[in-house]
């Protein structure tokens, strides 16, 4: 969908807020607006023009891709339009698309930015064994087995400071590729795992890489040799690489404004 091109400039002025939003990825062709298809910043900046009577430019914390979920996406965006949070929020949530939904909106202080405020963000990739038809849709279910004792075993080799040049799609724009993850661990379901990342920067597909390699090793046709060249930056072929349909965006951390540890997070 095209923006309007006679349409009152985004304002630039005004209070800043913040919300957590949530979303199913599928819908979306990722997070941010782009011509080809509906995005989630286009539905959300959408309906706070419809609410708000006034153009909106949301920032988020992160930029998902296609069919990638979110429970704790952070958005910050201008306005003195806002007279009730939680009225604007409702409001909100009438007009977004099915699969997307405002959690919470409150004024933030001047200097926060949803991006550049965040000290980490935490992804969940949830791999399940046998398809179930009334489970979350952020759940990834492989047509091969798999063992989540080796996943488990494997995860927690990515945590600490490292170059994830391998781990992610081929960058040429000059930026580095230095990443620390300061979480990395699986914890076991009765019928999966959920492999849970926490860290202070994401580089594209870098999280879906990781879980692809995990699952290589889980198959025997990667292990600690490999891993040692890929994190020194040798790109190791051939390897797989995980879907979307099982990753979410779970929380954002910043100081003092982190959502609390729950649903299985490991501390």
């Not at 891709?65 to 009730?84: K, L």
């Amino acid at each position: 969908m095209e923006q309007d091109e006679t349409a009152v400039p985004a304002t630039v002025a005004g209070k800043k807020w913040r919300m957590r939003v949530s979303y199913d990825g599928r819908p979306f062709l990722g997070w941010q607006r782009q011509e080809q298809g509906l995005t989630v910043q286009e539905a959300l900046e959408t309906a706070l023009r419809t609410t708000l009577r006034h153009a909106v430019v949301v920032e988020g914390a992160g930029r998902t891709d296609t069919g990638v979920h979110a429970r704790g996406q952070v958005v910050h965006f201008r306005s003195d339009s806002v007279r009730d949070p939680y009225r604007t929020s409702a409001s909100l949530n009438a007009l977004l698309p099915d699969g997307a939904a405002v959690r919470d909106l409150c004024e933030a202080p001047e200097d926060f930015s949803a991006r550049y405020s965040a000290r980490w963000r935490e992804y969940c990739y949830r791999i399940r064994h046998a398809r179930d038809p009334l489970a979350a849709c952020n759940v990834w279910y492989p047509r091969r087995r798999f063992r989540v004792d080796k996943i488990a075993e494997v995860l927690p080799w990515f945590e600490g400071r490292h170059d994830f040049k391998a781990f992610c799609i081929p960058r040429d724009d000059g930026r580095h590729t230095m990443c620390e993850l300061l979480l990395a661990r699986a914890v076991e379901t009765p019928d999966g795992v959920d492999l849970w990342i926490r860290g202070d920067r994401f580089l594209h597909r870098m999280v879906r890489s990781i879980v692809g390699f995990c699952m290589d090793v889980s198959r025997g046709s990667m292990g600690r040799a490999e891993f040692e060249r890929m994190i020194g930056g040798e790109r190791v072929e051939p390897r797989f690489w995980a879907p979307p349909d099982g990753l979410t965006l779970e929380r954002v951390g910043y100081e003092g404004w982190t959502e609390p540890v729950q649903r299985g997070q490991p501390g």
